[in-house]
């Protein structure tokens, strides 16, 4: 594992009972890197997911996030990174103020950080005539934005986010993939799940899985060269039907 | 700490803006005890009734007198025959007809018996006996009187005092228990919805891929509920004490402590429920079918467990509630210290110790 590998994984298993959601999966993903995790539903991504998160144990193989191992430092691991779920996991009860201060506060800001934190953001997303109103007041678009905005808000070193734009128009989520570049160039890992094929072009490296199993990993450019074929889609056809 | 006071300040937040659920939580304890003291209650005053003096005699008068210096009786009216008493019942005004005979205090003094007769309007049973009873103590009562001074033959004259709640007000029994069925209400139900929404709306799970520990979100969850149950059980003891006159004759901190056990284990209980609910209306079913139900029926609050076939009796040992009960009347009611209840104390702490480590596995269990 060099200096610049920030999640490795090898031989990576999880079985519940006798299902086995993810299969003996290995790579690496690069600092600075947007690695996509492609699948159709119940590939095992969101699974795989998990235990780089700390959320899941896995069964066998290995596995580290940001240096520390996933079975034994989980707890330095979630120092490290952010999520972000399916749900945006926003309280809808509170303020967009309000929400930035309790996720910023159970990632341990200081008082002055989370008020700069405030400002930066409410400023960025335009967001300054909404900071004192209830997220249900808000458009989907912007909750969107804002759940990745708050998942970064302790600069993680990797965030992870399952299946990000789920429900929003095609220029709603051009604009966050916009954020998750701006991540990207500040030198943030991004390790996103998804099933929009054409998500896919945005990202600087894939993986693909199938029924637990990565069954192709490289650029789009590469995959697509060495399935000849011109979209991420037929990519994806020709691996789900080989199977 | 910082993280954790976040945590809490989310927390009143959801609370604090959820108004309707705190007007039901406030509204709810004081509206109960103000109708059960206030409406419910097993005592009569100032019921009704007609009397027909035929004797018109000292006695006859001394008796009437002390019949209606009691408070239970109010005069309607003086018949002056039997005619009358049909009349008068079917006005619906009074409730029992006390009929003097003739020669009432003659027979007294004489034959050492005179006869009284009370007809009583049956049509509520529960009202007509209890005022029965009154009359039938009352004489008795002047009977006692009357018999001073004479020492013709033994007799024992038993003579009966309610304790720890004189009057018998319905009130001192429904407080206890009232602060019972709350505690269950805001810890058990609201926690268990509280963490269910969490799992709903999917914050859970990006909480529990923050640097907090799952036992920090689980306190960091109930500590605001745990405050909010002391209030609303200080709010009932309160009016108790000031509008019914509930006493605490205990130690107040006793009863504190007694009560944050009981919380605790209730709490758990919320907690093992919302590791199994997966939605907040799963969570509301189990808390009110599951928890709130058993509790009300079983654990003495209405219907007295003495009284169930033995098969239930047995099911309510398995009740907190049943236990936390018995303590609270015993501390406020009799002022019992800790030498009297260590032994419910110690199945509710028990209970408490059980529930929590259950809980906690659980809530592992689905992590891993």
Known sequence: ?243 | MKRFIAFVKKEVYHITRDFRTMLILFGMPVAQILLFGFAITNEIRDANIAILDNAKDHVSEKLTHKLLSTGYFKLDSYLQSTDEMESTFKKGKIKMVIIFNKQFGEDLTKRHSADLQIIADASDPNTANTLINYVQSIVRDFVVDLNRGFTAGVRIEPEIRFRYNQNLKGVFLFVPGLITIILMLVTAMMTSISLTREKELGTMEVLLASPMKPIQIIIAKVLPYIFLAFLISMIVLLLGYFVFGVPIKGSLALLLFELLLFVLTTLSLGILISTVAKTQLVALMMSVMGLLLPTIILSGFIFPIENMPMILQWISNIIPAKWFIIIVKDIMLKGSGIEMVWKETLIIAGFAFGFIMLSIRKFNVRLG
């Not at chain 1, 399916?86 to 309280?91: G, P, V």
């Not at chain 1, 069954?215 to 994806?236: P, Q, R, W």
Request: proline share 2%; with cysteine.
């Open chain 1, 1 to 243: 594992m060099n200096a610049e590998t920030v999640i490795s994984s090898r031989n990576l298993t999880k079985k519940f009972g006798s299902f086995t959601a993810v299969d003996n999966i290995s790579f690496e993903v690069q600092r600075g890197e947007i690695f996509g995790f492609l699948g159709a539903n119940g590939a095992g991504k969101t699974t795989a997911m998990k235990m780089f998160c700390g959320l899941l144990q896995p069964t066998s193989g290995t596995g580290f996030v940001a240096g520390y191992d996933i079975y034994k430092e989980s707890e330095k691991i979630k120092q490290r990174i952010g999520y972000m779920s399916q749900k945006f996991s926003l309280y809808e009860d509170l303020t967009v103020n309000e929400n930035i201060q309790f996720y910023a506060g159970i990632y341990g800001l200081d008082r002055k950080r989370i008020q700069r934190k405030q400002e930066e953001l409410t400023e960025k997303l335009q967001l300054g005539e909404y900071r004192n109103k209830l997220i249900s007041a808000l458009p989907l678009g912007w909750k969107q934005k804002l759940a990745f905005s708050v998942a970064v808000v302790h600069d993680p070193d990797i965030v992870f986010l399952d299946e990000p734009t789920g429900g929003v128009d095609p220029v709603t989520r051009r604009q966050f993939w916009d954020l998750i570049y701006e991540s990207a160039d500040a030198g943030v890992t991004v390790f996103v799940t998804t099933h929009y094929m054409d998500e896919a072009e945005y990202c600087n490296r894939i993986s693909m899985m199938v029924d637990g199993r990565i069954e192709a990993i490289g650029s789009t450019d590469l995959l697509k060269e060495k399935y000849k074929v011109n979209s991420m889609n037929e990519v994806f056809l020709i691996l789900a039907r080989n199977y």
